[in-house]
């Protein structure tokens, strides 16, 4: 019997050790003269229990089995072979009724459609999905302003985090008058704990691709770069192949599809800034510059790159191009709410199960995505909060769990909807910490060019600093929102617009936190190293020598069967001693 | 330069192209394996480029270096995921194992140098770090010695 055994090969799949299994299996079928044909596919989503392997055949169900290893796979396939499937290993098969695999069962895959179905690099895989079938209907049915009424009567809105409607963006730059005029794609995701745009570009190039020249044509723009993130090595890989492909097809290059129509695409790496996912910033980059954000208007609809008419738009919004240019406006529309159409990808990692990357139809409430898609917490400590949105984003509380997801919904908490990372955490993380995190990151990043950005959030850095060493003054915390504020309004772009979310949020949502630490001079969660304090019980302590063994720094003292000593002084408070202890001998205090 | 001719290679590649800076240093970097003060001097008289215009590109962007590093890179991810999972005490058992302390960032013998990373984006196997171009997940501070011993 034959049939088909397809591998995950994204980065996180090589991560976990997916090219072995690929190898592994090549071999075993190779060597038992088993009649199957071995693809490779990259990200289904479900990075929890990767390495990812998925059996097809014609005449029985899919069965998508999770952890495998060089060493299970051959009875794996032996057993599907057989018919009777090892069970352990399966993830999700079409068996499973459905309150079993919520994770599927609830998402609504648009962007996310081809990813981990077809081969990323084989244009066949994508043609044979329904593939430039829209850049097809764009060039031979409809006008410019037919494709951009389309987009406008969708109701996408930008998924790189402000959330402005795509059509309209796309109607100011054709609007502008130009003999030449650049597209942009932006895929420097830079948000810490977000990997949407990442997958996409793995698992699906084309569709990105030929979002962008649908753009390209729609706008009248002849030439567009990729702006990719150099720390993403295997999308870049993909879309050096797909463009070479769709190039070779006619896709790409002189008169697409016959028409007069001309569009050429290069790749751009990034070279490591965040602020460069800002669009003026971004195109300063492509021009070989500091990338430092300027002052608009202009807008780059106007004047952006080389001082040309430019449309930037985000991956995941140009992955849903081609979608509606297949299926109509009207049907996009039905999903969503009312101001925030369509789905949305999320990132889902931190203390959550089901850690991958899901697409949900906007208006589902956070629980759902958290608790349904996501499986729930992974660890048995209770959900604290999560964060939305990254270092422009924020934190919310457990209340705040039935925020609906969209645009308008998590703004008004505070947080932002942003690219789409969602950190989960649990009672082990202290959100003094987390806000201090990110404060450093954005410290880092701003490239200075705006005084409170570049001093305000480095003032603000050190009072949380002062916060979390016990050294904080209930004082602090107005001064931390004025200097927010401050911040807030006193800074160019976006970066800065948002650097103080994160603390501004985790103040208004978890400020009980920031009081114990400033009052009891305590860290509830037990993370601000400065305020805790590792002890060993007398009573309990068996002389077991694993603590003293497990230190790094040697600060444990003591002789085997006697009670043993932690010298404070060179305690590095790492906590190694805490979890290695099996006789609860040791608190944390 | 060690590598005077390769550099002269790359450099005539992109001259005359509009915004090829920042790849072309990408490119000279990849070869001597940073930017010296003499490299960016030479690619400044080849280009007609103003040193300071490079020198100001070489240290806005993370992934230019200006000092020479190890022979394997071991990035560690810094990301909002890992850093809930425990990319500090990662960090810290590495600094420990390769005896580094807190402002170098290479090895002695010149085998490895670290670099926090901001994310790596595989957040689903926090904590997470590459060497070179392996990604090693899920870690705990105690998997680390094993890991190194594969370099």
Known sequence: MSFVIKVGLASCGLAAGAGEVYDAIVKHVKNNKIDVDVKKTACIGMCFAEPLVEILAEDRKSIIYGNVTPDNIAEIIDAYDKGTPVEENIILSNKLKGSENKTFKKQTRIVLRNCGIIDPVSIDDYLGNRGYQALEKALKKMSREDIIQEIKNSGLRGRGGAGFPTGLKWQFAYSSKSEKKYIICNADEGDPGAFMDRSVLEGDPHNVIEGMIIGAYAIGADEGYLYCRAEYPLAIKHLKIAIQQATEKGYLGKNILGSDFNFELHIKEGAGAFVCGEETALMASIEGKRGMPSIRPPFPAQSGLWGKPTNINNVETLANITWIILNGAKEYSKYGTEKSKGTKVFALAGKIKNSGLIEVPMGMPLREVIYDVGGGMKTDKPFKGVQLGGPSGGCLSAEMLDTIVDYDSINKTGAIMGSGGMVVMDTSSCMVDIAKFFLNFTQNESCGKCTFCRVGTKRMLEILIRISEGNGKMEDLDKLEELADNIIKGSLCGLGQTAPNPVLTTLKYFKEEYIAHIKDKKCPAGVCKALIKFEIIEDKCVGCTVCAMKCPVKCISGERKQVHKIDQDLCIKCGACYDACKFDAIIKG | ?151
């Open chain 2, 1 to 151: 330069m060690k590598f005077k001719t390769e550099i002269d290679i790359t450099i005539n590649k992109f001259i005359g192209k509009k915004g090829a800076l920042i790849p072309l240093l990408q490119n000279v970097q990849d070869i001597e394996g940073y930017l010296s003060k003499e490299l960016m001097s030479y690619v400044s008289n080849k280009t007609g480029t103003k040193l300071a215009h490079i020198y100001g590109v070489a240290t806005f962007y993370t992934m230019f270096r200006l000092k020479p590093k190890g022979k394997h890179i071991i990035r560690v991810c810094k990301g909002t995921a890992c850093h809930v999972s425990g990319a500090n005490s990662i960090m810290d058992k590495l600094n420990i194992l390769l005896e580094l302390s807190d402002d170098e960032d290479t090895t002695k013998d010149w085998k490895f140098t670290v670099i926090p990373v901001a994310c790596l984006g595989c957040c689903s196997l926090s904590p997470v770090i590459m060497i070179d171009d392996n990604t090693y997940g899920k870690l705990t501070p105690d998997s680390l010695g094993k890991i190194l011993k594969k370099y």
